[in-house]
């Protein structure tokens, strides 16, 4: 009986402890890092922290170096992420960069004059935007989704990195793709598009003009 009461306190005490979420003070970035499969959403604010939900809490690393917050999962847990939240609360941000399979989204448009995402090792984000230059990089089988606009956007893929931006409204656009990768891109002006050794570009929203250069197999499309 004392052994089933044991069992039964520890189960509820871990089931309070997941929903009660863990709050830290970070100081300031303008650099969001997320490795380990954790799943972080990102939300303006006056104010720059995390909140941390989910399974293994304890386990979850926030550094802050020199601007740059990276959160990962300690050692003993590592790619051990994919059932720990964290809300990133943030003042400015200028590069969101995604490793070893986290996935990171915005829940409203990020208003600003230019950022910087990166994905890479099966990463992927989902990010909205407004703002008026845009560099995307995506490598390793890692995953960029925009919604929203911009005035231009450089988006440069490796190694089977894909860019999903058909919803994502632009005058001009630079995509290049080396060893295969995919890309939709939206443009109403300009879409200069090189594709080496492998790799599609997908063209939308009528673009006045378009320049291509394909080598070895590359692929550029012209949607409608």
Known sequence: MKTFITIAFLALTSIITAQNPKEKGVGDFTEVKVFDRIEVNLVKSDVNKVEIT????DDVEVINKDGKLKIRMKFNKIFNGDRTFVAVHYTKLDIIDGNEGAFISSNELIKQDY??????EGARLKIGLDVKKVDIKAVSGGVVETRGKADSQD??????????????????????????????????????????????????????????????????????
């Not at 989910?54 to 809490?57: A, M, Q, V």
């Not at 950022?115 to 890479?120: A, F, H, T």
């Open 54 to 57: 989910g399974d293994d809490i």
């Open 115 to 120: 950022i910087e995402l990166k994905s890479q």
């Open 155 to 224: 988006i440069v893929l490796n190694t089977g990195g894909v860019y999903e931006g058909k919803a994502f409204e632009t005058q001009n656009t630079t995509v290049s793709i080396k060893a295969a990768g995919e890309a939709d891109v939206n443009a109403s002006k300009l879409v200069d598009a090189k594709v080496r050794a492998g790799g599609d570009v997908n063209i939308y929203g009528s673009p006045t003009t378009v320049n291509e250069d394909t080598m070895l197999g590359g692929r550029i499309k012209r949607m409608n």
